[in-house]
């Protein structure tokens, strides 16, 4: 998929390119894993956008434009789930209260551009 759960914040990103190797082959078309959801040390979920490559600052698919910059209520009025937190303005990093949010941002996320 093009969503992954962790079951706590970790240094993914160095081994998400090698994991994807297995999930997400090239030859079978998949198009890699764009999101990773994981929870902060103040038990709050993260959306965060995976890099184009290990070390980049692009990501493969930014959290949407019309989010960027925008915190709680106003936030969640766009996404239309209560308990948004924020989205970073440069759109590679979002929070939610819950898990469910936080899904629910991922796979919006995937159908806005």
């Not at 081994?15 to 090239?26: A, G, M, N, Q, R």
């Not at 440069?90 to 995937?110: P, S, Y």
Request: include cysteine; glycine fraction near 12%.
């Amino acid at each position: 998929g093009e969503i992954i759960q962790l079951g706590q914040g970790c240094p993914w990103q160095s081994h998400i390119f090698e994991v994807e190797k297995d999930l997400c082959p090239p030859e079978a078309g998949k198009t890699g894993i764009k999101y990773v959801l994981y929870e902060d040390s103040h038990g709050k979920w993260r959306v965060q956008a995976v890099p184009e490559e290990e070390g980049s600052f692009n990501s493969r698919k930014k959290l949407p434009a019309r989010w960027c910059g925008i915190r709680d209520e106003d936030l969640d009025k766009l996404v239309g789930i209560s308990g948004c937190i924020f989205v970073h303005a440069a759109g590679f990093i979002g929070g939610h209260n819950t898990l469910e949010g936080a899904k629910k941002m991922a796979i919006d996320a995937l159908t806005i551009d």
